[in-house]
């Protein structure tokens, strides 16, 4: 299999994730029980903790360090600009967290679906520059990241994209639309993923130098949606025990995946 090819599966796979996840809703006879939504949020944000310490910025790091370069530098200024990059994407952008009646972001007239929509389209972007910039870290020849840590990433973020796609249809039938629909919604949120990874890829590609930033870049935007939205959402109210044990299951799922595939 030709490294385009290998690049093309590990763009889709966290796309196929959130589709399977989203079509838990033609199976669900009512709307996902708030412990059960809990659990998925920590899990989720289990991963995304994992997945910026092991496949973005321990591999930023190690890059930089066998480029000559300062090995701390990019590592932490990639991650303080991909904070502050979400931080300013959170600020404009008009959307709508789960169990929330105050729209955040830019005034607007949209509907609630579709801010709920946009809110999990906002901290889908991180992910999917995530999985492109350790694809194109593995493309480029170096020896940090391999096929298998790349498919590790793309794995891991697959696997909570599963409840991350129920999470956000399954509310959608409760503000009154068809379960076509709220599906629908929940795929169309996903497929920024492939986008903003091929785009992540082709800007590496262009300037390769910049790839231990760009992969501390993306662990910052990362963890800013984990610490601002995953992570309040989960420990919300009662119960905030299980949000805590998702984070645990996710975090050592994620790190099993890239110890032992990477």
Same mark, same amino acid.
């Given at each position: 299999?030709? +490294?385009? $090819?290998?690049?093309?599966?590990?763009?889709?796979?966290?796309?196929?994730?959130?589709?399977?996840?989203?079509?838990?809703? /033609? /199976?669900?006879?009512?709307?996902?029980?708030?412990?059960?939504?809990?659990?998925?949020?920590?899990?989720?944000?289990?991963?995304?903790?994992?997945?910026?310490?092991?496949?973005?910025?321990?591999?930023?790091?190690? $890059?930089?360090? +066998?480029?000559?370069?300062?090995?701390?530098?990019?590592?932490?200024?990639? /991650?303080?600009?991909?904070?502050?990059?979400?931080?300013?994407?959170?600020?404009?952008? &008009?959307?709508?967290?789960?169990?929330?009646?105050?729209?955040?972001?830019?005034?607007?007239?949209?509907?609630?679906?579709?801010?709920?929509?946009?809110?999990?389209?906002?901290?889908?972007?991180?992910?999917?520059?995530?999985?492109?910039?350790?694809?194109?870290?593995?493309?480029?020849?170096?020896?940090?990241?391999?096929?298998?840590?790349?498919?590790?990433?793309?794995?891991?973020?697959?696997?909570?994209?599963?409840?991350?796609?129920?999470?956000?249809?399954? &509310?959608?039938?409760?503000?009154?639309?068809?379960?076509?629909?709220? /599906?629908?919604?929940?795929?169309?949120?996903?497929?920024?993923? &492939?986008?903003?990874?091929?785009?992540?890829?082709?800007?590496?590609?262009?300037?390769?130098?910049?790839?231990?930033?760009?992969l501390a870049f993306a662990a910052g935007a990362m963890i800013y949606v984990v610490?601002?939205?995953?992570?309040?959402?989960?420990?919300?109210?009662?119960?905030?025990?299980?949000?805590?044990?998702?984070?645990?299951?996710?975090?050592?799922?994620?790190?099993?995946?890239?110890v032992a595939l990477g």
């Open positions: 299999m030709n +490294d385009t $090819m290998k690049i093309v599966i590990g763009l889709l796979l966290p796309l196929a994730g959130t589709v399977l996840g989203a079509a838990t809703v /033609f /199976f669900l006879k009512k709307e996902m029980s708030p412990k059960l939504q809990k659990a998925l949020l920590g899990f989720a944000s289990g991963v995304m903790i994992a997945a910026s310490v092991w496949s973005l910025l321990i591999p930023s790091i190690e $890059m930089a360090e +066998d480029n000559g370069h300062i090995a701390w530098l990019p590592a932490v200024s990639g /991650f303080l600009f991909g904070m502050i990059f979400l931080l300013v994407l959170d600020s404009l952008i &008009p959307h709508l967290h789960l169990d929330s009646d105050k729209p955040e972001g830019h005034k607007s007239g949209l509907g609630k679906s579709l801010m709920l929509v946009l809110a999990v389209t906002l901290h889908n972007i991180p992910e999917g520059m995530a999985v492109g910039v350790v694809f194109a870290g593995m493309s480029s020849g170096g020896t940090v990241i391999s096929t298998a840590g790349a498919f590790a990433l793309a794995i891991g973020i697959a696997v909570q994209n599963f409840p991350e796609g129920a999470i956000i249809s399954a &509310p959608l039938i409760g503000t009154g639309i068809s379960k076509r629909r709220a /599906f629908s919604y929940g795929v169309l949120s996903g497929i920024v993923e &492939p986008l903003g990874a091929l785009l992540t890829i082709l800007l590496t590609s262009l300037i390769t130098p910049i790839l231990p930033f760009i610490v601002e939205e995953l992570i309040p959402e989960s420990q919300a109210g009662d119960h905030s025990n299980i949000g805590t044990i998702g984070v645990a299951v996710g975090f050592a799922l994620m790190m099993l995946l890239d």
